[in-house]
């Protein structure tokens, strides 16, 4: 009875003690939340409240790394956590053995070698984390931890997104910390953003040789690159989710043949979706006047001129032939003459309509008739104008009785 008398009297002064100690932690805690961070073991207020990252990565030599106060719910005691912006990383993971591990710039430089930036590139992270109690060691630690192979690695690893919003793969801690696998089976480190969606993109139709402007509307994206076909490239025509919601953009280079443009937006942590349009070259023809007079002096007669002027659009370069549609005016009964378009220029090249060269055409209408009658213009059988013809005065044709 004594024996079991005084174990439980040393349970209970165990149960005391450890009580006690776990008050003077989170009163320590609290009270130095302002502290500097030297000392790893205090839980204080890291990052804010709204990271994107969540969930635990797991190291065989450390044991568990938490990226967000949520895991557990004790972001009213250590509001912690890791957020992608921009594609840069920044906050704070906690890891029970070693403390914090940053992945805020000002932490990160001086890195062993690449780039020291914790940031994304596309779906992968790129650059260090460091554990600052590593900073402060003096055994040789210095706390650094690659996320992806560098050039002194003799074994390739990277982590990255995959379809469910989860990190794949390891990053390597050294001796100390070894392999950390972002995605163990309990577990797993997720975006807990959304992938960006492009709702609607356009670029206006342009004469050819101006600048043409490109509407667009996304959803959850951060930031747009726009480039064409052609050589032009813009990597930030948006800045923020505001700005690229509904945007419109002057894309600053001339349209001289056609072109392809492709727009990719990307999310927080650098997850991009790009949508591509080419908008459709053509042209137009227009007359001047539209409405040509002819005046028959016997059976037949030639029409006053018309200018046919061209005007392309999207980089249409091509050579413009000239054809017309005379179905509408009556023939000769006699057969011996038809009716007729006749060109100045039967053809036009780019250089000739993009510098305001034009054709004159007239017709012959081999056949009188009043009123008006209307006639159709192509260009290589396309994009008709019509020319109205108004008969004028008809002078007498006298016959032998």
Known sequence: ???????????????????????????????????????????????????????????????????NCLNTDTCDISDYGVSVENKK????????????????ESDLVGCPSG??????????LIGWARALSGM?????????????????????????????SIFDGYAWGGTVVGWIDFNPDLGGVTFLGASPFIESFGVNSV??????????????????????????????????????????????????????????CFNDLGMGVSKTITPYKYFVLSSSPNKVVVDFVGSSATTTPTEIEVASFNGFTDDIVFSADLSNLPESDGGETTN????????????????????????????????????LIYGNNLYPVNIIINAGKIDPVYEEI
């Open 89 to 104: 990383m920044s906050g704070y993971a906690w890891s029970d053995n070693i403390g914090w591990i940053s992945f805020n």
């Open 1 to 67: 009875m004594l024996i079991k008398k005084i174990f439980k009297n040393q349970l209970t002064k165990d149960l005391i003690v450890i009580s006690m100690a776990f008050l003077l932690l989170i009163f320590v805690s609290i009270k130095n939340k302002d502290e500097h961070i030297g000392n790893y073991a205090l839980l204080k207020a890291m990052a804010s409240v709204d990271n994107n990252l969540s969930g635990y990565a797991w190291s065989d030599n450390i044991g568990w790394i938490s990226f």
């Open 136 to 164: 402060n060691s003096d055994d040789g630690w210095d706390g650094w931890i690659s996320l992806g192979t560098q050039s002194t690695d003799t074994i390739d690893y990277s982590i990255e997104l995959n379809e469910d």
């Open 340 to 375: 007729a378009a006749i060109f100045s220029r039967p053809a036009l090249s780019f250089s000739d309509y993009f510098t305001g060269i034009k054709t004159i055409a007239t017709f012959f209408a081999s056949h009188r008739f009043t009123g008006e009658k209307t006639v």
């Open 207 to 264: 004469a050819t040789g101006g600048k043409p402007t490109t509407l667009f509307a996304t959803k959850d994206a951060d930031n747009c690159d726009l480039v064409s076909s052609t050589g032009y490239e813009d990597l930030d025509i948006c800045h923020n989710e505001n700005q690229c919601a509904n945007g419109e953009y002057l894309i600053d280079k001339a349209v001289m043949e056609e072109t392809t443009y492709t727009l990719t």
């Open 115 to 124: 780039v020291c930036l914790a940031q994304t590139e596309g779906n992968k």
